[in-house]
């Protein structure tokens, strides 16, 4: 019905429009011929209105009476320090910032934004605060409450330095955000503010007092831009913000500067090394001297645009729709003050790496050896124009604007003109764009996936024939071939002494059943996974958090079930083929019974000790690989292939501190990532023989 609407409303206004201007309708559309476009318009951002306070403090002002709302934004203008070994500090501080005041706890600022229903959020260099209009007065006290009377605590500082160091734990098996890490350190350096990436170690050095320190540095008026958005005017807000903020202190705040960091003088090619990964994660990226203020930056957009920053990109039409080698390739060509960086990007099967980094380079050379077609131009020029007026209709975005004029010594028309400088780019601006900052030639080829399958089809790309390898970190690591395992050792040796180190082929046999109960923590709740064997082939498994089972399966050796907060289902095809295989009392003493191909691949290196690798491929062709400890005879490792969330990853299992339980050892503590929540599983209980119930599977 609200379609039938518009477009009655639209006839209506196009035949007044009509009648009004006395004109006649247009001949018929010739569609051959590409319509004319005409001139770019001038864009009116409104009244942005300005003033400063005594202290530095410089506002803005940008009214909108659309709704009874009202934003403000404090940005820092200064340089990123560097942090050194304790890096991390500025993130941790920043979320400090609103765990409290001499005022208020934490819970009682958390109660009073909520309250009125408001919003405040800090960040290294801003803080945001947004609210009902009728609450500005709150809003505006309990703003300047967290910025001039900040009082951290040591509790809240534990608390978020253990909430780090749990998401740097994730982020070690999370190949995009290692690559955003080691991309930060191969193009900036470890002494550039940003190539620093904090880590365990560094996270442990922040304290208190260099936290307070950081605050009581950067966090100065003078130094400081306020944009206000909303439902207010000049004269109303103006006295508030001198009531408010106008006893903030000011200080001199150092502003230091860096020596630009320069780009590779020739293609080198990069790994982190994720075994068993069964994708990789592409970024060929350089750093670029672009800044805010260049003559350059609206036709680099176009630029990059053309390349790889849209669904009708180069990248993605090549890589996406003509090779089918990923779900979207994508690049980014950013300005900054102190460096820029350009990177194109694609996360693609191990099978097709190589052949993913060709066309990238394909297209990263296209664009300096032939100009952009005019139609191609047009095209892209035509979707910045519409992208830039949807921003204006952000309040926001015209705040921005007019911080980045001042912040930036831009032009006082710069946005006002922006379509205009935005139409006037040619296809020679483009070409001579992409001679000055696409450089294929001086780039890093960075590959987060399994090394084995993809450094030696990289080396192409090296024109030193050469793979460097790198750890999560962005620390250089030295690349080193597989020990080759000994005369006499086997798959089945290997197993028979994994068998043994358990307790013996008859201690194990022995067991007919057995539950295991570990115990987790997800995002600081306590959750509990136990399991259930019964031979030869019953199984269950419940995920419990309290007296709530979020998930349960069981498996009565013909029926998989499930149940748990999706609700219920009876478990069919690879499902029920996982739970199958999932029930199997000692798979790894049938493997032979079961069809299954091994392979030992050699020996390398798992948490300092030296471990078997071991390929297991499935009779369906399903390959996994499992670490034996050489000298404890244990499995430490395994890795296999899932799907979840409509992704396939690679999940690893690291297995270790042993337990015996009636003869026969458990892992004690069991790590699980790459699957959506990556677990840490200690184990609380293992009852073996205690005579488990059918119906315990059925159920």
């Known amino acids: ?113 909520d309250f009125i229903g408001a919003t405040l959020s800090a960040s290294p260099t801003s803080l945001y605060a947004a609210s009902l209009k009728k609450q500005n007065n709150k809003l505006l006290e309990l703003m300047s409450d967290v910025i001039l009377n900040p009082d951290f605590k040591q509790e809240e500082l534990d608390k978020l330095k253990t909430q780090t160091l749990s998401g740097l734990e994730q982020e070690k098996d999370d190949p995009d955000a290692i690559s955003k890490n080691v991309k930060a350190v191969l193009n900036f350096g470890q002494k550039h503010p940003y190539g620093e990436n904090a880590t365990v170690e560094s996270v442990g050095k922040i304290s208190l007092d260099k936290c307070n320190n950081y605050y009581s540095t950067y966090f100065r008026p003078n130094v400081a831009y306020m944009a206000i958005v909303g439902d207010v005017t000049l004269a109303e807000i103006k006295p508030l913000i001198e009531k408010y903020f106008g006893s903030w202190k000011t200080a001199e705040v150092p502003n230091p500067t860096y020596a630009m960091p320069a780009a590779p003088s020739k293609t ?113 020029k035509n979707f910045l124009n519409g992208s830039f007026a949807i921003s204006l209709e952000d309040p926001e975005t015209v705040a921005r604007f007019a911080i980045n004029i001042e912040r930036y010594k831009l032009p ?182 079961m069809g299954h191909k091994l392979n030992l691949k050699g020996i390398e290196a798992v948490n300092g000790s030296d471990a078997y690798i071991l390929e297991v491929v499935s009779p369906s062709g399903k390959k996994s690989t499992e670490w034996y400890d050489v000298a404890s005879g244990l499995k430490v490792r395994s890795s296999s292939t899932i799907s979840a969330q409509g992704q396939t990853m690679t999940q690893v299992t690291e297995f270790g501190d042993y337990k015996d339980f009636s003869g026969v050892k458990y892992p004690g503590s069991v790590s699980i990532t790459g699957s959506p929540m990556p677990l840490k599983l200690k184990l609380e209980s293992a009852e073996v023989n205690k005579g488990i119930s059918d119906s315990a599977f059925t159920e």
């Open 412 to 593: 006082k028309d710069y946005y006002e003109n922006y379509l205009k400088n935005l139409a006037a780019v040619t296809s020679d601006d483009v070409f001579a764009m992409a001679q000055k900052y696409i450089r294929p030639d001086n780039a890093t080829i960075l590959v987060v996936g399994d090394q084995e399958s993809i450094s030696k089809s990289l080396e192409r790309f090296s024109p030193s024939k050469s793979v460097e390898m790198y750890d999560f970190n962005g620390n250089p690591v030295t690349k080193t071939a597989l020990k080759p395992v000994p005369a006499g050792v086997t798959p089945k040796t290997v197993i028979d002494s994994y068998t043994k180190a358990l307790g013996g082929e008859k201690a194990v046999l022995a067991v007919k059943d057995v539950k295991l109960k570990y115990n987790t923590e997800i995002q600081g709740r306590a959750m509990t996974l136990e399991t259930m064997h019964k031979a030869p082939n019953k199984y269950a498994m419940s995920f419990n958090m309290g007296a709530m089972t979020l998930q349960k399966q069981t498996y009565d050796g013909a029926k998989g079930k499930q149940s748990g907060l999706e609700g219920k289902k009876e478990l069919t095809g690879e499902e029920l083929d996982e739970i199958k295989a999932e029930a199997i009392m000692n798979p790894e003493m049938q493997y032979e019974k």
């Open 268 to 380: 080198r090619v990069a790994v982190v090394n994720k075994p068993g990964a069964v994708q990789s994660v592409i970024n060929v990226t350089y750093p670029v001297d672009l800044k805010p203020n260049s003559d350059d930056v609206i036709k680099a957009k176009v630029l990059n645009t053309i390349l790889g920053a849209g669904f009708s990109s180069r990248l993605f039409m090549n890589l996406r729709e003509k090779r089918g080698y990923t779900y979207g390739s994508y690049s980014s060509l950013n300005n900054d003050e102190l460096v820029g960086e350009f990177s194109a990007y694609a996360k693609v099967r191990n099978a097709v790496t190589d052949s993913s980094v060709a066309e990238i380079m394909y297209e990263l050379n296209r664009l300096r050896t032939e100009k952009v077609p005019q139609d191609e131009l047009d095209g892209i």
């Open 1 to 113: 019905m609200k379609k039938i609407f518009a477009s009655i409303t639209a006839i209506i206004i196009t035949a007044t429009m009509l009648a009004q201007e006395k004109v006649k309708p247009a001949a018929k559309l010739d569609r051959s011929k590409r319509p004319v476009a005409g001139p770019a318009p001038t864009i009116k951002l409104g009244n942005i209105q300005s003033f400063q306070l005594p202290n530095g403090l410089k506002v803005f002002v940008v009214e909108n009476h659309k709704a009874p709302t009202v934003a403000y934004s404090i940005i820092l203008n200064v340089h990123p320090s560097l942090e050194g070994d304790a890096a991390g500090l500025a993130n941790i501080t920043s979320q400090l910032i609103t765990s409290g005041t001499k005022n208020r706890s934490k819970d009682q600022l958390d109660n009073d934004i």
